[in-house]
């Protein structure tokens, strides 16, 4: 079988390990085993959705991410924050003041992703409107989730809407336009993402729609944060007048129940946590999802202000976050003519449709697949059925695949280690 090798946003420390086999439990598509309190990782199966992160009390899974030096090479350095950067300061910070610190610690100029998300909002409703026969649409904007219905549901790659990401958009255009004003190559223009999670940094790495992404690298909320935040006093304390300047801040990009007020509450469904997600993704598999036709789909329960790379408590940047909606959040005219035009010419769309991930599973044959599976059901009708996890496995079910595979030993899980069985 060949090795599949994938891009993650993390690195595992074998040595903090302690066998805890919290992660092993926790992980949503069965990609963590331990043995012997070492971990690991089948790449193919991994969808970078950071629960391992959250869940190991050791640190065992530590992110890795680029950092300012990174991208000395480039001759513009462009900041695309998220939205979610600006509510880790809460509506008291005018989010210009969070602009002009990040050109204090270096970045040439800001990318605004908010401004393009009303615009967004309204292509994914006349698309929805133009195009019925795929019913429910699943959201784009959660990378972790894409992955999961590449590795977990295969078949329902064809309900992700065919829409690209307001970052990818953003980026693209901001290099072609600094690229024409400036005179300068495309390649030599960085745009460099401020992520509140590992996902996002695996889909500008390598990106399930297109060749390459627009996006050149990231940079955690929490490493931009410490860096900032010095920068954002200094210049309240030398602040003497209110900021004038027009800010538009996209609250719901991001925050679960976004897509509702673009597309309609009725026939809209939310989800956040991908336990959650999971339910829902049977129902559509199994289609017992009716009368619904979109699905917010974000892999942190709260969305992206739950990412493991945020300063602030979920719920406080909740509040913060309607706090700036409230003063910031007064949208301007949108040209739905204008949109409409640029959703027929593809501006939105992505490169590629999304295709099912190559895994381990699906590389064999169909004969090898079928002797692979009556091993298995021989295996697992033996097994306790306790779901204990100390074989190093997440699930019975999973050992005994594992098993199947030759790459676990029946005498691995507890109530075989002094017995021989097949």
Known sequence: MTVLNYYHAHQIVQEKCRGRLKCVRICPTKAIRIHDNKVTLFEDLCIECGECIHACPENVFVPVSNNLGDFKSFKLHIALPSNILYIQFGADIHPLVIHQALKNIGFDEIADVEKICDEMGYALYHHLKMHPEVRPLISSFCPAIIRFIQ????????????LDVPREIVAREAKRHYSKKLGLKEEEIGVIYITPCPAKIVSI?????????????AIPINDIYNLILPEVIKIQQKATNNIKEYFHYARAWGILGHFSQDVGPDRTLSVGGIDHVKLILDDIESSKLHNIDFVEALACLHGCIGGVFCVKDPYVARHNSILMQKK???????DKKKVVEKYKKGYYFFENPVPPRTTRSSQTNIAESIKRMKKKERI???????????????????????CARNEADLTDCIFFSNKKVL
């Open 205 to 217: 790495k390598e990106p399930a729609e297109k060749e390459h992404s627009w996006i050149d690298g």
């Open 151 to 162: 590795v977990s549901y295969p078949n329902l790659v064809k309900f992700i809407e065919p």
């Open 328 to 334: 910031y959040g007064e949208p301007s005219a949108l």
């Open 380 to 402: 697992f009708s033996k097994l306790p059925k306790k779901d204990c996890s100390l074989c190093g496995a997440p699930t019975c079910e999973t050992f005994a695949e594992d």
